[in-house]
């Protein structure tokens, strides 16, 4: 749904953007159990947290990558979300790593140029903005790698080299092979074990 809302302007201060409107909606949003609530493009988003076997994927990814984490860095899978003012959006990644002062806040609003990689598991509902919007927000924003792993194709997606116009660079996986993560990790993601559950499979095949 998009939220558009009067804005008073009162004597003496400074009227409030439209963004700062919706960071506040969203804090007071009574978002059912098992599901998340994001900003996109002008919208707050609501979309169920993942599926019960994308526990062991994440925690997969976590175990990897997190020897190779720059200097005072940390991995999480904690629901936070990440916000960026500039472009006006504000994203709860499955799987995030920054440095740890960036979690040093009372706030529940982190800054999304802090991160250092992120991760989405794509679902149905979020898959087409985790390959679009997200792309060109985390690339612009200068976070170092953003991977997408798309659990509808089963493959895996890692964009790194962040600039201006977005991600310079792009390394592509089917699910089962191992993946290159550029630096500032500089290592291998092995996605061995990232497919859906056999009978899952077996069920998504005969749809």
Not at 152 to 177: C, D, H, L, M, W
Request: proline residues 7%; glycine residues 8%; aromatic residues 10%.
């Amino acid at each position: 749904m998009t939220l558009m809302a009067e804005r008073p302007v009162i004597s003496g201060t400074t009227p409030r953007s439209g963004f700062e409107e919706l960071l506040d909606l969203l804090d007071e949003l009574r978002v059912p159990d098992g599901y998340k609530a994001e900003i996109i493009r002008g919208s707050i988003v609501v979309s169920p947290w993942s599926k019960g076997y994308y526990t062991r994927v994440m925690k997969l990814v976590c175990n990897q990558l997190e020897p190779h984490l720059p200097a005072g860095h940390i991995i999480e899978r904690a629901p936070q979300l990440f916000v960026f003012p500039r472009v006006e959006r504000a994203y709860g990644p499955d799987i995030h790593a920054a440095h740890e002062r960036t979690y040093e806040t009372s706030s529940n609003h982190l800054d999304g140029e802090g991160l250092s990689f992120v991760a989405e598991l794509t679902s149905t509902s979020t898959r087409d903005e985790d390959l679009t919007d997200k792309v060109e927000t985390y690339g612009k924003a200068g976070v170092p790698l953003y991977l997408v792993l798309d659990m509808q194709e089963e493959q895996a997606i890692v964009f790194g080299s962040p600039s201006a116009k977005g991600y310079e660079v792009r390394f592509t996986k089917p699910f089962g092979e191992k993946l290159y993560i550029p630096d500032p990790f500089g290592c291998t993601l092995d996605t061995t074990g990232f497919q859906a559950p056999e009978q899952e499979a077996q069920e998504q095949n005969e749809a």
